[in-house]
Structures are given as structure tokens and as C-alpha cells.
């Protein structure tokens, strides 16, 4: 009798919390929307005729449903970026990985849960170039219920889109920097919300504007959708207070600045206290790439902060002072100065740890292949790596439904926990000494690393001078890590310990690992599936910049992974 009463008691909690929780259902159509910018008139894919795509607002504890339908002329997913999707990869998205891609004509469902989740996050396009139009932000703000932010609640919150944009076909720019074997030719512009702004050619209208009233808080959701650069954002005459990272809460931390790169998201509390005027807020390049540089997008995308009444008193907008765009001492301070916010029944960094990984990742060459037209031949074609393995995509089926089908051959389960060599990882003389010529070589493979249901890890992720020295935002699906420490040069174990945050360590999804550094980060494996970890440069992903993680399933019914949806798209 009273286990019966336990059971009753526990499905009359179970369904008190479902009654709080709600369904979102969507749908996104993936269509042609014709657009004009920098004086051309352009044909994008695009999600229901929007550039940025609608914003999806949820709350912790919804179900959210949204049924794409292809319409364009190109294979198409959508990644929920930053979504934990415990027990629902299949709705993940990345094209090979958890599905293959929806072919035009087709649809698919995607339906997931969030769980333990609040702040902003976005989706976006997981095939080709093609989230440079194909993407939007999600808002996640806490169930009903529930108490409110853990912060003075804003009057008003904003999403902030950063994105980049090319005068020319994405998807062409991809292919033809494949078949260049170079990198992708930079883009045109950078815009704010989808508008470039009135530094660009016939541009003078297409400006972001933000009216603001003195007084008021703004929270402003700021999201780094941009391909292939990292980002400083300003409004003149503020400053913020951060709140969040990636959908997790930090303590609060003052700054005139955010740096920001591409996957990542910010919330960012602003007050209009200012004198009523007009303000632009500003968006440009922080290029992390060691000197001599390529050529590089050094414009930039302005908005206009508009205080009520200020066409009065100020008709022209004052400009914020940017930091130079090589800026790496700002952008480091920003980085390394956020904390996670401690709060009660929150899990906490792991301090025992079952897999260590050491992982070496840059850029490489690769011969040249017969279909590279302008491959260098002498030096071959620029590919990327992780632990000397340059990540290859699966052609026949997904990796998550060999793993589910227990289908053989599709990958390996051998990628390494460390490189083939260890050396002066972050010196140029990689490049010029006859003794390491075989690190330079990446071979292309379809390697995982298994890993055990509820494993602790520790990856040191430690940046080559391989090519050349760079930021690399890393982003790992399915999961939040905690990020312990940061610094540059070679990774010193005993050194480095010592600075390790194991108190209030902030959570992310995306890390821009230092320029010729490393950075040190935990997470614990308790969802099972295949999840890759990827540079989120846009142009790294085909290169190679990626591996994956193949996650066991737990010893109870809700630690298995379920069978795939009956829409699933085939390969």
C-alpha cells in the first residue's frame, strides 16, 4: 500500500510539471526570398522569407516542434545550437552526423525538449555555407512557475544577430574555395540584424535602429551568427553588464566591450542612461591570425541606438571607439574574466575525471586532388585537423544511424586521446623544420571516440602554429562544458593546474580557444548519441577541424537512446 502511494504521489508530481509545460509548434519554410544589399539584387535561401529567419521563443520545460519543409533547390538541415537534446539527437541536425540532409521537396520534425535550460541561444543551417541566410535566435526564459531571472528584470529584451554577408551564391563560395584548396574568398560585409548599415554602399537605409527611453534596461541578446570571424561589439556612450553566456548564467561582469565568436551568445543588461541623443552601436572584425595576415573583411556594421526625443537634440549619431582589429589583449580580458553564477540544484564542475583527451587541432596540407584546379602544387591544399585526423563526413548514412543499426564500416572508433607528437605546439618553425614535415600531413578518416554513459572528461585543447596561429571557436553539440583555464604558449600540466577554476567555472557550448594557446575544459557524458565537435569557422568544418564523440547508452530506460522519427530523412 505504501508503495502504491509512492507511485501515485510521484505521477501526480510528474504530471504537475507537464501541465507546466507547454508545446511550441513551427514551421519553417526553406524557400527563395529575393533581397537587395551593397547595390545588388540578390536570390537567398532563406526561412519564411525572412533574413534573419524567425525568432523561436520557448520556455524551460517546453516541447518544441518544428516541421521544415524544403523549398529551395539545395539539401537542407537545422541545428537548435546550444539545445542539450537529451535523448533526442536525431533532431540535432548536423548533415551526416545525427541525420542526413532534407532534400528539397522534402520535410522533416524536428522535436526536442528543453531541459534545464534558460538565456539565448539560435539556430541555423547545418549544410554548407548555407547558414550565412538560414538562421535565427532562440529565447529561452524560465517556466512558468518559476522565480525570474537572477538578475533585476530588463524592460525590454532585444535580439542582437551579427552575421556576415557575400555578394555572390554561399554555396558557390564554399565550393570554390574546396576547389581552390585555399580558404573562402572574405566576405563583403558584416550587418546587424540583416542590415549592413550606412558604412556600406546603398546602405544608408538598410541600418539597424534600436529607440530606447532614459532610464530603462535593455537586455540584449547578442548572437555571433558571422561564418567565419570573430566579432567586437560597442554601443557608444554604454556599457553592459553580462549576465549569460551560451544559455548559462555568469555573475554579473562590467565591460564597454564584448568580444564574441561565431556560435557564441551573450546577454548583456545595458541601461539608457546617456543623454538622450543619438548612438551607434558598431560591429567589427577581431582577426586572431598571426601576421602576415590574408586578406580579411575589416569593415564595419553599425546600428542606431535612438533615444525618445533625441532628432532634437542630436541629428548625428556618435561613433563608438573600436579596438584595434588585432586586438588579442581585449579580447583575452573579456573571455577569461566570465564566471559562472552558482546556483542551488545546478550541477557543478567534476572534480574526478574517468577519460583525459589531449587534442591538438590547426589547419595542414593535403596533395592536391585532380578536381582543385588552382591547387597549390607545391605545397598542396590547406585541410584541417584534430590530434593529426582530418575529420571526413560519412557518405552513406548518418553516423547516428549506423550507431543505432550497429551498421559497420560507416566510421572507426579509434580517434586518439593525443597527438602523434608532442612539440613546440605554437612555434612558427613547425612549418620550416624537415623533422616534423610529417605533421603537416593530416589524413582524411572517419574516427569517434567512444565514450562511456556518464564518464567525466577533461580535454586540454591545445592550438598549433601548423599554417598559421589562430582563434579557433570549437563547438561541442549536445552538451555545456565547464571551461577551467586559458592561456597562451604551450600547455604546462603542472602550471596550468594551478590556475584551473574548479569553484564557479563559467558554461559554454562554443570556446575560442587563444591565438597560439590552449584552453582546459570538463563536461560529463550523460546523453547519449553521436555528437561532433567542430571549429565553428564555417570553412574549417568541410576542411576537416572536427571530431566526434560517440556516446554509450545508460543502464536505465531513461538513459537509452529512442529510435529515430518516422519522417527521418534518408540518405
Known amino acids: 500500500m505504501a508503495r502504491f502511494f509512492l507511485i501515485l504521489a510521484f505521477a501526480l508530481a510528474s504530471v504537475g510539471s507537464l501541465a507546466l509545460a507547454g508545446l511550441v509548434e513551427r514551421t519553417f519554410r526553406v524557400g527563395k526570398m529575393n533581397i537587395s544589399r551593397l547595390c545588388e539584387k540578390r536570390v537567398i535561401a532563406a526561412v519564411n522569407g525572412q533574413m534573419p529567419g524567425p525568432t523561436l521563443e520557448v520556455l524551460e520545460g517546453d516541447t518544441v516542434e518544428v516541421h521544415v519543409i524544403n523549398e529551395s533547390p539545395y539539401n537542407i538541415t537545422i541545428h537548435w545550437h546550444g539545445v542539450f537534446q537529451r535523448l533526442s539527437a536525431w533532431a540535432d541536425g548536423p548533415d551526416m552526423i545525427t541525420q542526413c540532409p532534407i532534400r528539397p521537396g522534402n520535410s522533416y520534425?524536428?522535436?526536442?525538449?528543453?531541459?534545464?535550460?534558460?538565456?539565448?541561444?539560435?539556430?541555423?543551417?547545418?549544410?554548407?555555407?548555407?547558414?550565412?541566410?538560414?538562421?535565427?535566435?532562440?529565447?529561452?526564459r524560465p517556466r512558468r512557475g518559476a522565480k525570474a531571472y537572477p538578475f533585476p528584470?530588463?524592460?525590454?529584451?532585444?535580439?542582437?544577430?551579427?552575421?556576415?554577408?557575400?555578394?555572390?551564391?554561399?554555396?558557390n563560395v564554399e565550393k570554390e574555395a574546396l576547389l581552390s584548396g585555399n580558404g573562402a574568398n572574405k566576405s563583403d560585409a558584416y550587418t546587424i540584424n540583416g542590415?549592413?548599415?550606412?558604412?556600406?554602399?546603398?546602405?544608408?537605409?538598410?541600418?539597424?535602429?534600436?529607440?530606447?527611453e532614459s532610464g530603462k534596461t535593455y537586455m540584449l541578446r547578442i548572437i555571433n551568427a558571422a561564418l567565419n570571424n570573430q566579432l567586437f561589439f560597442k554601443v557608444a556612450g554604454h556599457g553592459f553588464t553580462v549576465v549569460a553566456a551560451d544559455a548559462a548564467y555568469t555573475k554579473p561582469y562590467k565591460t564597454d566591450v564584448i568580444v564574441i565568436a561565431p556560435g557564441q551568445s551573450i546577454d548583456a543588461l545595458m541601461i539608457a542612461?546617456?543623454?538622450?541623443?543619438?548612438?551607434?552601436?558598431?560591429?567589427?572584425?577581431?582577426?586572431?591570425?598571426?601576421?602576415?595576415?590574408?586578406?580579411?573583411?575589416?569593415?564595419?556594421?553599425?546600428?542606431?541606438?535612438?533615444?525618445?526625443?533625441?532628432?532634437v537634440q542630436s541629428p548625428h549619431p556618435q561613433m563608438p571607439e573600436m579596438p584595434a582589429f588585432n586586438n588579442t589583449a581585449t579580447a583575452h580580458r573579456f573571455y577569461t574574466n566570465l564566471t559562472g553564477l552558482l546556483m542551488p540544484g545546478k550541477p557543478t564542475v567534476p572534480l574526478e575525471i574517468d577519460t583525459h583527451m589531449f587534442i591538438t587541432f590547426g589547419l595542414g596540407i593535403?596533395?592536391?586532388?585532380?578536381?582543385?584546379?588552382?591547387?597549390?602544387?607545391?605545397?598542396?591544399?590547406?585541410?584541417?585537423?584534430?590530434?593529426n585526423v582530418s575529420f571526413r563526413n560519412p557518405t552513406?548514412?548518418?553516423?547516428?544511424?549506423?550507431?543505432?543499426?550497429?551498421?559497420?564500416?560507416?566510421?572507426?572508433?579509434?580517434?586518439?586521446?593525443?597527438?602523434?607528437?608532442?612539440?613546440?605546439?605554437?612555434?612558427a618553425s613547425v612549418n620550416t623544420d624537415p623533422t616534423l614535415a610529417p605533421l603537416l600531413f593530416a589524413p582524411k578518416e572517419t574516427k569517434v571516440k567512444r565514450l562511456k554513459y556518464n564518464s567525466r572528461v577533461e580535454m586540454v585543447l591545445q592550438n598549433t602554429a601548423i599554417i598559421s596561429n589562430e582563434n579557433h571557436p570549437l563547438h561541442l553539440h549536445g552538451y555545456n562544458f565547464y571551461v577551467l583555464a586559458q592561456g597562451f604558449g604551450n600547455y604546462n600540466k603542472s602550471m596550468a593546474e594551478q590556475s584551473y577554476n574548479l569553484v564557479d567555472p563559467h558554461e559554454r557550448n562554443t570556446i575560442a580557444v587563444p591565438t597560439g594557446g590552449w584552453a582546459a575544459i570538463r563536461f560529463v557524458a550523460n546523453n547519449p548519441g553521436v555528437w561532433i565537435m567542430?571549429?565553428?569557422?564555417?570553412?574549417?568544418?568541410?576542411?576537416?577541424?572536427?571530431?566526434?564523440?560517440?556516446?554509450?547508452?545508460g543502464p536505465t530506460p531513461d538513459s537509452i537512446l529512442l529510435p529515430p522519427p518516422m519522417d527521418f530523412p534518408q540518405c
Not at 117 to 122: R, V, Y
Not at 156 to 170: D, F, K, S, T, Y
Not at 280 to 290: D, G, P
Not at 399 to 405: F, G, H, N, T, V
Open 109 to 140: 520534425t524536428y522535436k526536442f525538449n528543453i531541459i534545464g535550460q534558460e538565456g539565448t541561444l539560435w539556430w541555423h543551417a547545418h549544410v554548407s555555407f548555407l547558414r550565412a541566410t538560414i538562421y535565427g535566435a532562440l529565447v529561452i
Open 366 to 387: 593535403d596533395p592536391c586532388q585532380t578536381n582543385q584546379v588552382t591547387c597549390n602544387r607545391t605545397r598542396g591544399a590547406t585541410v584541417a585537423s584534430m590530434n
Open 534 to 553: 567542430h571549429c565553428h569557422f564555417d570553412i574549417h568544418l568541410p576542411l576537416g577541424l572536427a571530431t566526434v564523440f560517440e556516446v554509450e547508452n
Open 273 to 311: 542612461d546617456a543623454p538622450p541623443a543619438l548612438y551607434y552601436m558598431a560591429a567589427q572584425l577581431y582577426q586572431s591570425i598571426s601576421p602576415p595576415f590574408p586578406p580579411f573583411d575589416n569593415t564595419t556594421t553599425r546600428g542606431v541606438l535612438e533615444y525618445k526625443y533625441s532628432h
Open 195 to 212: 542590415k549592413p548599415g550606412d558604412l556600406y554602399n546603398c546602405s544608408s537605409k538598410e541600418i539597424y535602429k534600436l529607440k530606447v
Open 396 to 427: 552513406k548514412m548518418s553516423l547516428l544511424e549506423a550507431r543505432y543499426k550497429n551498421v559497420k564500416g560507416i566510421y572507426a572508433e579509434d580517434f586518439p586521446n593525443k597527438p602523434p607528437l608532442f612539440f613546440d605546439f605554437t612555434n
Open 153 to 171: 528584470k530588463p524592460d525590454r529584451e532585444v535580439p542582437i544577430l551579427l552575421g556576415e554577408w557575400w555578394n555572390a551564391n554561399v554555396v
